[in-house]
């Protein structure tokens, strides 16, 4: 995502609307500038999205000065990118970029011609859809140890260290200290992946985009049954470590939402 951010650091930089402005004569900005570009953006959303668009009830017209800057001048945090009211930010910074939404970005920005060129893993024989596929299977079967937390197979997947071991470590450390256990019994709880494609590759970082299902119950010492159930769309960011290939972040932008016990 660092990268993905930084690229849309300098598209806004380059937009046509701010380059036309004072902004495009100052190099470093400083807060006064970004609430010129908070103006500039808020008025592009207000004439983009039209009155009968879904996303103007759901992202609103406006962005705040202060977040704009946080943006530019935080280094990139695992924690800060699945918070819902920051997707929503970058939602709306795509919108002013000219695409529909963050998902909309990366695959537009970031797509390759040779999109379905497999690559083996150097390290297990792995192509990138074959790693993407075991983490979500291994992701899948971590949740059947709970109350215990078992990551044996799941690290093979995953960087050490990673943002995504991290979220996933804090998933199922929540489900066990609200003592619930997941329910598999005549398949209640299933997922599947219905397309998984490539979306760009370099020497250093190869993009995975997928469509998911996810259907996963879970029950308390009560037999009180919860149910997390949604469909979207994901991307997989896989770094080279030298001699393998191995997950290091996803964008999901339901975390939020899964995280949350219904």
């Not at 495009?24 to 010129?36: A, C, N, P, T």
């Given at each position: 995502m660092e990268k993905i951010y930084n690229t849309i650091k300098e598209?806004?930089?380059?937009?046509?609307?701010?380059r036309s402005s004072l902004l495009?004569?100052?190099?470093?900005?400083?807060?006064?500038?970004?609430?010129?570009l908070a103006d500039i953006i808020s008025e592009n959303l207000a004439q983009s999205l039209i009155s009968t668009d879904p996303r103007r009830l759901s992202l609103g017209t406006t962005i705040s000065p202060?977040?704009?800057q946080r943006f530019f001048e935080n280094?990139?945090?695992?924690?800060?990118?699945?918070?819902?009211?920051?997707?929503?930010?970058?939602?709306?910074?795509?919108?002013f970029l000219g695409k529909n939404d963050l998902n909309d970005y990366i695959h537009q920005n970031f797509k390759d011609e040779n999109n379905l060129k497999p690559e083996e893993d150097a390290n297990n024989n792995l192509s990138d859809k074959?790693?993407?596929s075991k983490f979500c299977e291994f992701q899948f079967d971590a949740l059947k140890y709970l109350p215990n937390i078992n990551l044996e197979k799941l690290s093979t997947t995953v960087g050490k260290d990673s943002p995504i071991l991290a979220r996933t470590v804090s998933y199922l450390k929540d489900k066990r200290e609200n003592n619930l256990v997941f329910v598999t019994e005549n398949n209640r709880s299933n997922y599947e992946i219905y397309q998984i494609t490539t979306v760009s590759e370099d020497s250093e970082l190869r993009v995975i985009k997928t469509k998911e299902f996810w259907n996963l119950v879970f029950k308390d010492e009560r037999e009180n049954n919860f149910v997390v159930h949604h469909i979207n769309t994901q991307f997989y960011f896989i770094r080279n470590f030298g001699d393998h290939w191995k997950i290091w972040d996803n964008y999901n932008p339901d975390f939020a939402n899964l995280a949350k016990i219904n």
């Open positions: 598209d806004i930089k380059n937009h046509p609307d701010l495009g004569m100052i190099e470093d900005w400083k807060r006064s500038q970004f609430v010129i202060i977040t704009l280094d990139y945090q695992f924690k800060t990118h699945n918070d819902l009211r920051f997707i929503k930010t970058l939602d709306k910074i795509c919108i074959e790693l993407v």
